[in-house]
């Protein structure tokens, strides 16, 4: 009762069939039981909003499965966008440090972190391309084969066509940022093919008509990776066949 209770209030799971709403109901159970949601600065969480996190967490894991858990212990939850100092030695060898705001972080063997205000806001407006939990989640999973590159653990033939896939359109995306045009998706993809990669990952479950639009081959990939997005199934998209 209280997963669906929770469940009904997450608008991106509306399209899940039964089956891969049991699978996920299973991969929450195993996200509660092996990790600590840790609440800070004075947030109180009560047990819907943690079974909501935990849902988001595990949504990106349904065709995965639960080695997608493995490496890390702890959700961390600020109330709302949180700073963090940031170091780095530039090519004259003078160190810049500087305070950034963010509102998700995750780090190849740490915890992830997510500002609950966001989490709100996006389920509030779910079907704009956000979702700062896919894409933490989405940064976990890169991390698992040792690199966080924009490629996740794949089969070789497959790892090959979708490098090649990604890149390009990385580039077509970087090509446009760098020209001033507007572009497709949240040009802050743009940043590095880690940043592509876990943008991309946001647009499969809460725009996926965006990500098709401008790239259909990574719709494509994303499509097979993480399977049919259940924002397409709810607004009647048929599957790419990608």
Avoid at 125 to 139: K, M, R, S
Avoid at 156 to 162: D, K, S, T
Avoid at 169 to 176: H, K
Avoid at 190 to 195: I, Q, T
């Amino acid at each position: 009762m209280q997963f669906r209770h929770a469940a009904a209030g997450l608008p991106w799971l509306r399209g899940l069939d039964g089956a891969r709403l049991e699978r996920l109901s299973r991969l929450t159970a195993r996200f509660l039981a092996d990790k600590t949601i840790t609440p800070v600065q004075g947030l109180r969480l009560n047990d819907d909003h943690r079974l909501q996190l935990a849902l988001l967490c595990c949504l990106p894991l349904l065709e995965f499965g639960p080695e997608g858990l493995h490496g890390w212990k702890e959700l961390i939850v600020y109330p709302d966008a949180f700073r963090v100092r940031r170091s780095h030695l530039d090519a004259h060898g003078v160190l810049h440090e500087e305070d950034d705001a963010l509102i998700g972080e995750a780090w190849s063997h740490g915890p992830v972190i997510l500002s609950w205000a966001d989490v709100r806001a996006d389920i509030a407006n779910p079907f704009e391309g956000y979702c700062v939990a896919v894409h933490e989640i989405a940064h976990k999973l890169d991390a698992l084969d040792g690199a966080m590159d924009g490629t996740p653990p794949l089969p070789r033939h497959w790892q090959r066509h979708w490098a090649g896939d990604f890149q390009q359109a990385y580039d077509d995306l970087c090509a446009a940022v760098d020209a001033g045009r507007d572009t497709a998706i949240d040009d802050y993809a743009s940043e590095s093919p880690e940043e592509f990669f876990a943008v991309c990952s946001e647009y499969h479950f809460s725009a996926p008509w965006l990500l098709r639009a401008a790239y259909p081959q990574v719709a494509g990939h994303l499509e097979r990776f993480y399977g049919a997005s259940p924002a397409a199934s709810a607004h009647g998209l048929p599957p790419t066949g990608g």
